[in-house]
């Protein structure tokens, strides 16, 4: 029989998906957090009568705007960008810029719906944001880049602010861009606030270990995930996807805590690297991303080792699985071959990169999940790190940075765990980090009133 609170999730799931049309990612993260709030909800009845998961899944504010700039050749070329407001209960909107084609409003949202979770975990201020553009970084010069995000600056200054909205990096949007995009705001603004972006340059605010933040973040939750099963990540192998920023850091600390990266992915394929993707090797991940080739096969023919072109590293028999490179790399015939190899862990590097079925199928089969809100929370955690920094105009080293990091992703794995356990879900950190990352958003609107 289903319970009150079960139905009410399911009825609020269907008038999300009614109101909002066409928005596929959106929906399949509404899924799966209301999927574990039910029990929640049954315990906290107030939640449904205070309308607070109503008002959880609807941002409060959304922003698309055009983006004209010109190209080299002198085209004028116009892209749509966004940002998403989506909640502020416990904190200024905070989250990343994704520059991506694919960038639409259900990506952002949905993207800005995990950061809401995501950032409540962290146990720092933060409330959750995200934003970005279908401008396509893939074979664009220097110049353009810039141009086109003084242009997107131009229009995005007036929704952000240190104290209100503080934006970062994602997918396309690193340190160069980050630059490019506070020097247009300080112009604007005519003044030196540089709480207003992370991820900036360490000359003028940025924090030491931003840059590695995400991929350390997931190793050392990844870390405590085999330790609480009596192992570590000593002697194995690891399948990682992608070769962007999150797999950089996540190479770098999976090979020193002992494990051994055997394959990259890209677009145009995967590569299997037998010796392990370690020292220089790592070191080239950056000069592939700063070519904007987009290509992985640019690492096998460096290195002389396989390239399989258009397919994905998951049938690759490994003990560890990471992906870390974008939503929905993993579906479920891949996790199938995944269980079939025997793979006992898997940590969501990139931000919700199983479907929802591909995490049924694993936690059926016995395989412990780390879910990206709570594993990939270390990128957005040195960002809140870096305001802290700014706020205190003081700057400290990368020890300092990288021992909170571990502490607050350790309290991540703690909270999550011990959330599920108490609702009943030992072992799953789906459910769990969903629940912890809820409740504290939750009992802050509560706290707040009816707005
Ligand atoms: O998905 C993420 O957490 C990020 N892209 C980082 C966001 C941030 O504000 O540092």
Redesign the pocket.
Same mark, same amino acid.
Not at 166 to 170: F, H, I, L, S, Y
């Given at each position: 029989m289903a319970t009150h609170a079960q139905k009410y999730c399911d009825e609020l799931y269907r008038r999300v998906v009614e109101r909002n049309a066409n928005e596929p990612e959106f929906h399949q993260t509404v899924k799966e957090v209301l999927g574990s709030l039910v029990d929640v909800i049954e315990k906290h009845p107030e939640y449904i009568e205070l309308g607070i998961v109503e008002r959880i899944v609807e941002p409060e504010r959304q922003f698309m705007f055009r983006v004209p700039w010109m190209d080299d050749a002198g085209n004028v070329q116009v892209n749509r960008g966004f940002r998403v407001q989506f909640n502020s209960a416990i904190g200024p909107y &905070?989250?990343?810029l994704r520059f991506h084609p694919s960038v639409n409003l259900s990506i952002i949202k949905f993207?800005g719906f995990e950061?809401t979770f &995501?950032n409540s975990l962290t146990s720092l201020p933060m409330g959750g944001g995200k934003g970005g553009s279908d401008f396509n970084p893939r074979g664009k010069s220097d110049a353009e880049v810039m141009r086109f995000c003084q242009s997107f600056m131009t229009e995005l200054y007036r929704y952000i602010g240190p104290d209100t909205d *503080?934006? /970062?990096?994602?997918l396309g949007v690193g340190g160069r861009e980050i630059g490019y995009l506070f020097g247009q705001y300080k112009r604007i603004k005519g003044s030196f606030e540089n709480g207003v972006l992370?991820?900036k340059g360490l000359s003028f605010g940025g924090s030491l270990a931003r840059p590695e933040a995400?991929g350390f973040g997931i190793s050392y939750f990844c870390q405590e995930m085999l330790k609480s099963k009596g192992t570590s990540f000593e002697g194995k192998t690891v399948a990682l996807s992608g070769f962007g920023n999150v797999t950089w850091g996540t190479a770098i600390k999976v090979t020193e805590l002992g494990g051994k990266v055997v394959t990259l992915s890209g677009p145009d394929g995967y590569i299997y690297d037998p010796d392990g993707v370690n020292g220089e090797k790592i070191d080239y991940l950056l000069e592939m991303r700063a070519s904007c080739r987009d290509k992985v096969q640019d690492y096998a023919d460096k290195y002389g080792v396989a390239f399989f072109p258009g397919e994905k590293p998951w049938g690759v028999k490994v003990d560890v699985v990471i992906p870390c490179a974008t939503q929905n790399d993993i579906h479920t015939e891949d996790a199938k071959k995944i269980v079939a190899n025997g793979v006992k862990f898997v940590c969501e590097g990139a $931000?919700m990169p199983c479907t929802n079925e591909a995490v049924d199928y694993f936690l059926a089969n016995g395989v412990y999940v780390g879910p990206s809100k709570a594993a $990939? /929370?270390g990128? *957005?955690s *040195?960002?809140g790190l870096e305001m802290s920094q700014n706020s205190m105009r003081i700057a400290w080293s990368f020890e300092e940075v990288d021992a909170k990091l571990k502490d607050i992703m350790l309290n991540i794995y703690r909270n999550a765990s011990m959330a599920a356990e108490e609702y009943g879900h030992k072992d799953n950190l789906v459910i769990g980090a969903n629940i912890a990352g809820f409740i504290k958003v939750a009992e802050a609107m509560k706290a707040q009133g009816l707005v």
């Open positions: &905070k989250g990343g993207l950061q &995501k *503080v934006p /970062a990096g994602d992370t991820g995400t $931000n $990939n /929370a990128g *957005v *040195v960002s």
